[in-house]
């Protein structure tokens, strides 16, 4: 069964820095990309980055270009996005995924089932 629990969320003032985190367990981590998507209150879901299987190859939303930082540690089946120079467009609840076979590259994540998520919060 797959699960993939989310944290490190929390309540973070603008120009501040975060680090969430995923943890994945019930397929070979190794072998998925994964992705980082969010949903802000009162929207629909929003990718926001991807990090491929093999070579890290990493992608991002616009939004996240230098500022979002995705990484992955096969040793601890966990995903990690580094979010810096936080907004408070940026509060949103944030949920990890991975690419299942027949999804898009680098966008996936947006249309299927999640975890709990992490709620980040970007607020003075």
């Known amino acids: 069964q797959v699960q993939l629990v989310e944290s490190g969320g929390g309540l973070v003032q603008p120009g501040g820095s975060l680090t969430l985190s995923c943890v994945a367990s019930?397929?070979?981590?190794?072998?998925?990309?994964m992705s980082w998507v969010r949903q802000a209150p009162g929207k629909g879901l929003e990718w926001v980055s991807s990090?491929?299987?093999?070579?890290?190859?990493?992608r991002y939303a616009d939004f996240a270009k230098g500022r979002f930082t995705i990484s992955r540690n096969s040793a601890k089946n966990t995903l990690y996005l580094k979010m810096n120079a936080l907004k408070p467009e940026d509060t949103a609840v944030y949920y990890c995924?991975?690419?299942?076979?027949?999804?898009?590259?680098?966008?996936?994540?947006?249309?299927?089932?999640r975890g709990q998520g992490t709620q980040v919060t970007v607020s003075s």
């Open positions: 990090i491929s299987s093999l070579d890290g190859n990493t």
């Open positions: 995924a991975k690419r299942d076979d027949g999804e898009t590259w680098p966008i996936f994540g947006t249309n299927k089932p």
């Open positions: 019930g397929f070979i981590f190794n072998n998925r990309a």
